[in-house]
């Protein structure tokens, strides 16, 4: 019963609840009569949406759309959208960081409600979710949207390390740190440049290689390349999980003499020695401690605690526990979720949030209008693999982890074209049509240029 009395007044509860408090805590109990987080609210819609990234976003445009103003909230407590694709770009100084976010009031449909805060408790069972002020938000239907966060704590020492001013440890994961990638590259003339990829799945799991790609062919422009050692560890057993695109990964890598190890995870920078360590993966126990000057680190990710710790949502890894084909919910029925916080096996980017779209979507309406779900996701993805300045590889596949592409050209090769596509035309595909609900992903594109495609045998 406790965990449905709202934060505000449980707060206040406990100060009175003890027999003698101090002036300090009266102090604190006369704030929370004076705040507004006392005067909590009951909200009611029809869909709430819990996050505002790129699905939640898209979402929210759709159904607002459909269902009419006010219909559907949107609970982020975040000021800016970041378009997350861009960071890797930032980090090789090709983009800015202001070119990366739009406000959240720029982003989020009109005809949908925002509220400004976040979620804490979600009972499914009583359709409500409490936020961190208090208020209680009464559902009919509720789409997950959360992404993932990051935590770059569960690794001893990196957070400290990425604070350390001028430091030799970067990260383009986060907009915090970003900016500090291609500062720290223009100083680097000499040593081991090490890069990571961490145990746990990420956002856009192509971005960690992605990186060293580029900082490799900067070094190449500068002269020093080979005044420098570049090696990539990642916990994967693999360069890159689609065998189509690996097999052309791998002879870039040899080309360009950048180590791969996999199975090979951080667990433990040591700044003041500028030593990462590492653990193998397949014999358990077993560390290497490397010297670094510069060091790329990806954090640990995982679903928001707070969704994390409701049971009932999750699946054993954590993610909202949906059908991979319909993104409903396995056991509660008016729940869907979208994006990087589903449980659905796809890799976890923005393209896929599009192509869930219009699934989750339809089949959002139907359940509402008491018809079966007929729509199906396919485990679409795309990761757009710069290989430098220039070029990229166009990465598209499905949940076998088959090619999936949309071109007539063959996609597994570096390409201008589709660095051009990267760096320039999808900004504004996904600040003009995926965040207004007008782009489904590529989809029916890959219908029309079929015809230019040679025939299989």
Not at 14 to 23: F, H, K
Not at 74 to 88: A, G, I, R, S
Not at 233 to 252: C, E, S
Request: charged share 25%; net charge positive; proline share 6%.
């Amino acid at each position: 019963m406790n965990s449905r009395i709202p934060l505000g007044i449980r707060q206040c509860n406990r100060l009175l609840a003890t027999p003698i408090y101090y002036a300090n805590e009266a102090s604190t109990l006369a704030r929370l009569f004076s705040t507004s987080r006392l005067h909590y609210k009951r909200h009611e819609c029809k869909v709430l949406v819990v996050g505002g990234g790129s699905g939640g976003c898209a979402m929210a445009a759709k159904l607002s759309s459909h269902l009419g103003k006010d219909k559907v909230i949107v609970l982020e407590p975040e000021d800016k959208h970041y378009y997350q694709p861009m960071f890797t770009l930032i980090g090789g100084g090709m983009k800015r960081l202001e070119h990366s976010y739009k406000t959240m009031a720029e982003v989020l449909p009109k005809k949908a409600k925002w509220l400004k805060e976040k979620a804490m408790e979600f009972e499914p069972d009583n359709n409500t979710v409490c936020t961190s002020g208090g208020d209680t938000i009464k559902y009919d239907f509720l789409l997950i949207a959360t992404g993932l966060q990051l935590k770059y704590e569960k690794i001893p020492g990196l957070a400290e390390a990425l604070e350390v001013p001028n430091g030799k440890v970067c990260s383009i994961y986060s907009p915090k740190y970003v900016e500090g990638v291609y500062d720290l590259l223009r100083r680097t003339n000499e040593g081991n440049l090490i890069f990571t990829f961490p145990a746990s799945p990420v956002k856009c799991p192509g971005a960690p290689q992605k990186i060293v790609y580029i900082v490799d062919h900067y070094l190449r422009k500068l002269g020093k390349r080979d005044k420098v050692k570049i090696t990539y560890n990642t916990a994967l057993p693999v360069l890159f999980g689609v065998k189509h695109y690996a097999d052309a990964l791998w002879p870039i890598c040899k080309k360009r003499n950048i180590t791969v190890n996999t199975r090979r995870n951080l667990v433990e920078v040591r700044h003041a020695e500028d030593i990462a360590v590492f653990e193998d993966l397949d014999h358990p126990g077993q560390l290497f401690e490397e010297k670094y000057s510069l060091l790329h680190a990806v954090p640990p990710m995982s679903a928001p605690d707070e969704l994390t710790k409701c049971r009932k949502l999750v699946n054993e890894a954590g993610f909202v526990d949906v059908n991979n084909s319909t993104l409903q919910h396995v056991r509660y029925s008016n729940v869907f979720a979208i994006g990087d916080s589903s449980g659905s096996p796809n890799s976890k980017t923005a393209a896929a949030a599009a192509a869930q779209s219009p699934v989750v979507y339809r089949n959002m309406i139907a359940a509402m209008e008491g018809r079966s779900l007929t729509d199906v996701y396919d485990g679409y993805a795309s990761c757009p693999l710069v290989t430098g300045y220039s070029t990229c590889i166009l990465a598209e596949f499905d949940y076998n982890l088959q090619p999936l592409e949309t071109f007539p050209v063959a996609q597994n090769k570096e390409r201008y074209s589709m660095f051009i596509m990267k760096k320039d035309f999808m900004p504004l595909l996904y600040w003009k049509l995926m965040l207004t609900g007008h782009w489904n992903g590529p989809g029916l594109m890959r219908k029309l240029l079929g015809v230019f495609k040679p025939s299989k045998k």
